[in-house]
């Protein structure tokens, strides 16, 4: 259980143009989700933090105009890269927490897109 | 605010051999530690979990990890290395205790496997 589907699992994209990334929680209700960006042989990095009906809390140094967050229902919350310019190209994952007692919680990982603007 | 710190960006070791990877979390004990593993190009699988219930844990491939107070540890190790363990390793941290909490990873250890 805890699966969270990310989709597209990459794209090329033109400089200027607009990508919208999707994550969705498929057997559970992700109330909240966690956005995350990784360059080449980097760690993850916390972009954003989307609870589902408000406004997404984003990182410092986050451009919240060029990264919109939406998390419009319990199981899809949405990236767009908006006006992307090479330097978005990177790997961005999802990642929700599915809570409860015992060995049944954690967080669980899209399995991630492969930005490339070009 | 929470902090792992991961020594070694690169481990190598034969196939066999034991695997030690090394994480060090901030001086407050923390609520819930992870040891994630990422293929290249790929999200990320969870390997193990802290919680407080037994400090030393089993996770999966023949992964463990042992939770030590004493000296704010929770390193990561496995008995005989497999050539598919090669992968990227991450050590993470949750702020807090609910799925709203954040969670903070480590800089990454690569684990390479000789033959």
């Known amino acids: 259980g805890a699966v969270v589907s990310q989709h597209p699992s990459w794209v090329i994209c033109k400089s200027g143009t607009s990508v919208k990334i999707e994550c969705r929680s498929l057997d559970f209700q992700a109330t909240t989700m966690f956005w995350y960006r990784q360059f080449p042989k980097q760690s993850l990095m916390l972009m954003a933090t989307s609870n589902e009906g408000s406004k997404a809390t984003y990182e410092q140094g986050v451009e919240k105009d060029k990264f919109l967050i939406n998390h419009a229902s319990l199981t899809l919350s949405t990236l767009t890269v908006t006006s992307a310019h090479p330097e978005d190209s990177s790997f961005y994952i999802c990642s929700s927490g599915k809570w409860g007692r015992g060995d049944n919680y954690g967080y669980t990982f899209g399995s991630g897109t492969r930005l490339t603007v070009v | 605010a929470q902090s792992v710190t991961q020594l070694g960006s690169h481990v190598s070791v034969s196939e066999g051999a034991l695997v030690l990877l090394r994480c060090n979390y901030s001086?407050?004990?923390?609520?819930?530690l992870f040891w994630y593993v990422q293929y290249p190009n790929q999200g990320l699988q969870l390997l193990l979990k802290?919680?407080?219930?037994?400090?030393l844990v089993k996770g999966i491939n023949g992964f463990e990890a042992e939770f030590k107070k004493s000296e704010t540890s929770f390193h990561l190790t496995k008995p005989s290395a497999h050539m598919s363990d090669a992968a990227e390793y991450f050590c993470a941290v949750s702020e807090g205790y609910s799925s709203a909490s954040k969670i903070i990873f480590g800089s990454g250890t690569r684990l390479s496997i000789r033959p």
């Open positions: 802290y919680t407080s219930a037994a400090t």
């Open positions: 001086s407050s004990v923390p609520p819930y």
